[in-house]
């Protein structure tokens, strides 16, 4: 039983590392932008295509496609900020329906590229890191765990000690006063949907070889982000890391001990109950509502 | 015999501040009453727990002897007491004369069951009637099918009053009613306000600028710091040692 | 003099339309009917300010309560449609408990949330919901005569007539609710909800009226599908048909009466009949989307927009005038 229960725990912070860094993306670009990118499932699953491409066809290295992946959906990333949100910058509503709209071309660019059949990817690596004879982690899993302590530190580190990070976070907090200061908000803007897109791109890539890549992944992958987001407060970075771990454990936990249908239910449920009794989530503060 | 609208110790407190502290006054009926009071006296978080807006922390508004204080803004405007907003606050996107119609809310209530099957002719037309007159009331026939966002800045102040007037009120809270007016749309608010009370509607106006309420107003009541400071007709207030002496200091603090 | 003919003339027209039609295009006919239900109860809500992410749920809820009723209880088709939509309309009453503490993008993810726990429900319990695979074997609305027509629901030009006739009417009480001074209601509590409160409105009472009557009509619509397709799952009330209710309503425009109804019907018309005639199967989702993008970058105003600038202005109609704002 303890066995099962670490495994489990264990089971728990590889999802969490995964949904972390989308939900954190999603999360940089609702606080710069101040827009609800729909699409963001879908870039966790152009991320995934990118490794299906480059490494399960085109037989590149496993960490020459993830890289790759990477920017490309950064790329992305930019191609949505420069021909959606800008755009649409004063209509909210817009730009919500927008990136409505370019899930829907990524998804049908991937049925067409691709098929809608499941993607089959060759493991990268069949070894698994034991901690005793029945407890482990499979080193695929590990990549992702630590490419998420990795990236998120950098990130912190970028937004509390370098003068772009200190941009971007005035401009999060108030973007009329930082235009005055002289910071540009397009540049700004550029740098967190950069950044946000690439970081569900490089989730997508590496958990490719872990998951069943398909044009409909994305659908998944959205919801956890909404509830991770939802019950760490829309808008603060250290809310949705947090979220996502409890998401993870409480979703991981219930799906071994229960079922996968019931630990969706009770997730969907705990935003339900975090939008009720607080709306601004864990770690919102209340301006932000 | 009870009082027409009694504020019996009325405390706000946001978290450490005392926004307004045990303040009580009486406005009788029928009288054109202001509150006045330097910047930060509390003026405006009086105003919006007489009208719902907030809950008070402790004290009670009364009237006609109910405790309405802490009722939700439509439970308090059911009651009579229908308050105006700062600014114009319309709605923009609709013409005058609807705006005056949401305004015969109460006294002609909507339903819906009569409304899909026509049985509500005679409301629509008792609605109508109301809110043309109030329009008229207040000058703006010839404007009912504009929209109101295209209106003066004038006219728009006109029709804030005339939907709160539609609904047949007792008590109108008017909340600075004459900011940003130069001294003929003064004049002729005045006017208004006078054919309000001839009309037997009982006014309570929140003013920061003194002089704008002397040759209006019935009694005064004045706050500083959230605490009343003193009441009586507008010749005793304008001599009010006290006043004086708040006006003078709120001045130098806001200079 | 010239409207009554106006209206025989559409009247006709509407009659006479699925005979230049095939079989296949007829049964999208049907189902283009239901949509236009579906959509314009869904802007009664945005009249309000809130959208919603949960309507199609909402419409499923009354599909699957009126098949259970059919097939459970034996209830008759026609009365278990009429339940269905009051299921549907309870149902949000219920949720608007939880729901209207939120606003604008809360209410949007909040009733997201709310749409998927609904259709997890469906999956997880087999009892009596199927689970994945859902209900089959829905019983059809009964064959029967008028004298001079003779309903015969294996045809969908029968159930288009049908369902036509159900949905002129739910859309005539739409109307009128729009038109009365409780759709004023409605625009005040959206515009101005403060001065609307101060004028005596309980906002709370008319946003979960707007929720219950659009949730209602919704399911009424459910139920119309549910009948005519014999099957329902929880996968035929996604988060994509979502997504086209959205776009149907975005594209056409929500401040008049009509427009959604233009976007549901060009865009399915382009959907249906074009694209799938020419071939672009696969390529469908990826035009929609184009076509979704494109619209609310150079048509924020949606279709109607373009109607309105042909169209006399009528000095009553509130909604004109955002256009040319």
Known sequence: MMELLAQTGLNAVYAASYISLVAVGLVLIFGVMGVVNFAHGELFMAGAYAVVALYADMHLPFFVAVPIGMLFVGML??????????????????????????????QSL???????????????????WRITDKVGVPVARLYVIVAAVVLLSALWYFLKRTRFGWALRASAQDPEAAALQGISITQTARIAMFIGAALAGVAGALTAPLVSVNPHMGHSVIVTAFIVIIVGGVGSLEGAIVASVVYAFVHT??????????????????MLVVLIVKPTGLFGSADRA | MTDFLEMRGLTMRFGGLMAVDGLSFKVAHGSIHGLIGPNGAGKTTTFNMMSGFYTPTSGQILLRGEDISGLAMH????????????????FAELTVLENALVGTHMPFRPNIFAAIVGWDREDRRGAEARAREALEFFGLSDLVEERAGDLSHGHQ??????????????????????????????????????????????????????????????????????????????????????????????????? | MLKPLMFLFGAVALIALPHGLSFSQQEILVFLVINIL??????????????????????????????????????????????????????AVLLSFPLFRMKGFYFLIG??????????????????????????????????????YSFDFFEPVSYYYFAGVIVLACLWVLWRIEKSPVGLTFHAVHWQDKLAQASGVNLRAYRTLAFAIASGFAGIAGALQAHYVGTVNPNSFDIEVMVFVLTWAIVGGTTTFYGPILGCVLLTVINEIVLRGMGFEQARPLIYGAIMILSILFLPNGLESIVQKFLPRRSTAKSDRKAEA
């Open chain 2, 157 to 255: 102040r006109a029709l804030g009053l005339a939907v709160a007037y539609a609904s047949h009120p007792d008590v109108m809270l008017l909340d600075e009613p004459f900011t940003g007016m130069n001294p003929e749309e003064t004049r002729q608010m005045m006017e208004l306000m006078r054919r309000l009370k001839a009309d037997g509607i009982t006014i309570l106006l929140v003013e920061h600028d003194m002089q704008a309420i002397m040759g209006l107003c019935d009694t005064i009541t004045c706050m500083s710091f959230g605490k009343f400071l003193a009441e009586g007709g507008p010749a005793e207030i304008r001599h009010h040692p006290a006043v004086i002496e708040a006006y003078l200091g709120g001045a130098r603090h806001v200079a």
């Open chain 2, 75 to 90: 439970e308090v405007a059911r009651r009579g007491v229908v308050r105006t907003f700062q600014h114009s606050t319309l």
């Open chain 3, 111 to 148: 009733s997201f949330a709310a749409g998927e726990i609904i259709r997890l429900i469906w999956k997880r319990f087999r009892e009596p919901f199927g689970g994945v695979r859902g209900i089959s074997g829905i019983d059809p609305m009964p064959d029967f005569s008028l004298g001079f």
């Open chain 3, 38 to 91: 579906l959509v314009t109860s869904y802007r009664l809500l945005t009249l309000t300010g809130e959208w919603s992410l949960g309507h199609v749920v909402i419409m499923g809820v009354g599909a699957y309560a009126s098949a259970l009723l059919t097939k459970e209880l034996g209830v008759a088709v026609p009365v278990a449609m009429f339940l269905g939509g009051i299921t549907s309309a309870l149902l």
């Open chain 1, 253 to 270: 936990f219930v799906t071994t001990f229960s079922d996968g249908v019931l630990a969706d239910i009770v997730g969907l449920s705990l």
């Open chain 1, 77 to 106: 990333g930019l191609l949505m900020e420069w021909g959606l949100f800008r755009p649409l910058k004063d209509n909210p509503l817009g730009g919500l329906v927008a990136s409505i709209g370019f899930l829907m071309i990524l």
């Open chain 1, 110 to 128: 991937a049925v067409m590229g691709f098929g809608v059949r499941m993607e089959h990817i060759p493991p990268v690596t069949q070894e698994v």
